[in-house]
């Protein structure tokens, strides 16, 4: 009976690559999720978000030429507002 010839042996085949990958890509989600959700993170990014979109009304009635409303953060804005047509 004749003996098949092995392969050779490959220590970084393409499936160890994907599991080596897999896991390396786990573990940087885990740190990124871990670092997402620590809440004095969260608040920080709430009131600098809420300072930009006030900074950003602000240079928008200037460019209109009026005073910023208080409903213009309303998802509606005012009722006064101007359409163009």
């Known amino acids: 009976?004749?003996?098949?010839?092995?392969?050779?042996?490959e220590v970084f085949s393409l499936s160890?690559?994907?599991v080596v990958c897999c896991g390396f890509g786990a573990i940087i989600l885990l740190f990124v999720l871990?670092?997402?959700g620590e809440p004095a993170a969260l608040e920080?990014?709430?009131q600098d978000l809420s300072g930009l979109l006030a900074r950003l009304e602000e240079e928008l009635a200037a460019?209109?030429?009026r005073r910023p409303s208080s409903t213009a953060s309303c998802p509606g804005g005012s009722s006064s507002s101007r359409r163009r047509g």
């Not at 009976?1 to 042996?9: H, Q, V």
């Open 44 to 46: 920080r990014a709430q």
């Open 16 to 18: 160890f690559l994907d």
């Open 1 to 9: 009976m004749k003996r098949r010839e092995r392969r050779p042996f």
């Open 63 to 65: 460019i209109r030429g």
């Open 34 to 36: 871990n670092k997402f």
